[in-house]
């Protein structure tokens, strides 16, 4: 495969994580070949590379003469998903106290004014984009990049679990826990850091009550306002 294949499949397997990501997608939706090779403008063979690569990550799940569907989590796995991420975001951001910068600081503060002005302006996706990059940020400065990538694949599952299970419409994090954070990030505050990082966690995980809802996609739809980006 040359360059230029890889490249087109990672630009749809990018399209997919990242619908996935902003909870364009729910879980359990169909992701038909020719339906995705149509809304994303590609071959159904990169459209077929793309699916398989995400169900090595268990993002995506296909089943033999079915076809691949959107990974739809169990209340088992999103229990573990949240217990992970609650290990492995305490191991980040006491990397992040050891590590962060003056430059970091002011990247993490412009970044939450992107977060206030998607709530400013009532924008669902953007917003849910944004305040799960805070934590993929948080994991860049740590400097580990073992750890961003479980990260990604953490964030993306969050948001299917989040997607499927939660009990009213919060559907992002905490308005000021991210300012809080950077704050304590600042003073060098680690304990209150730590304490807090459970806490934002603990609240995100309280809203599920593992109920099933599905709404049908139309993937031309889901699809057309991620080409651009």
Same mark, same amino acid.
């Given at each position: ?30 992701? =038909? ?78 970044? =939450? ?108 739809? =889901? ?7």
């Amino acid at each position: 495969m040359n360059d230029t294949a890889h490249t087109e499949i990672d630009r749809v397997c990018n399209a997919i994580y990242q619908a996935i990501f902003e909870r364009r997608l729910e879980p359990n939706t169909r992701l =038909v070949e020719s339906q995705l090779a149509k809304a994303l403008s590609t071959s159904r063979a990169n459209a077929r590379q793309a699916l398989l690569l995400l169900a090595q990550k268990k993002l995506v799940t296909i089943a033999l003469n079915k076809g691949a569907v959107v990974a739809d989590p169990s209340r088992t796995e999103a229990l573990e998903i949240f217990a992970a991420r609650r290990c492995i975001e305490r191991e980040i951001v006491q990397l992040v106290f050891q590590r962060c910068n003056a430059e970091d600081i002011d990247a993490l503060r412009l970044h =939450v004014e992107e977060e206030q002005l998607a709530r400013q302006d009532q924008d669902h996706f953007e917003l849910i984009r944004a305040t799960g990059k805070f934590h993929l940020l948080l994991a860049k400065i740590a400097g580990n990049k073992v750890l961003l990538d479980f990260m990604e694949q953490l964030i993306a599952h969050s948001s299917l679990i989040l997607e499927k299970f939660e009990t009213h419409d919060m559907r992002t994090c905490q308005e000021n826990d991210h300012s809080e954070m950077i704050n304590l990030i600042e003073d060098g505050q680690l304990e209150e850091g730590l304490k807090l990082i459970d806490k934002h966690l603990i609240d995100l995980e309280q809203v599920l009550n593992f109920k099933e809802k599905f709404r049908p996609a139309n993937l031309t739809e =889901v699809f057309a306002p991620l080409l651009d980006k």
